[in-house]
């Protein structure tokens, strides 16, 4: 599968239901080239004018099934959003 396919899809958490967004980044294993992490950009600020300081990351572990246009994960929400300076 190629990272544009991955940008085409849309993650959804089965732990509480909820959108995530659409996969903006995929963080790699640079010994394996394994996919390590999936990155969706985290909610806008004021209105989405002044751009976004958090994003979901999740876990490749966490990936239950992806689909033609889903990718459902199992995760706890409250630990999926991060800082975007944080790594």
């Known amino acids: 599968m190629r990272f544009?396919?991955?940008?085409q899809k849309?993650?959804?958490n089965v732990k509480d239901g909820s959108r995530l967004g659409f996969v903006s980044d995929i963080k790699l294993c640079s010994e394996k080239g394994h996919c390590k992490q999936l990155i969706i950009p985290g909610p806008a600020r004021v209105f989405?004018?002044?751009?976004r300081e958090q994003e979901y990351r999740?876990?490749?572990?966490?990936?239950k099934q992806v689909g033609d246009d889903l990718i459902l994960v199992e995760c706890e929400p409250d630990?999926?959003?991060k800082n975007i300076e944080e790594e």
């Open 4 to 7: 544009f396919d991955f940008k």
């Open 10 to 12: 849309e993650v959804i």
């Open 48 to 51: 989405g004018f002044f751009g």
């Open 58 to 63: 999740v876990d490749w572990e966490h990936v």
């Open 79 to 81: 630990k999926l959003l």
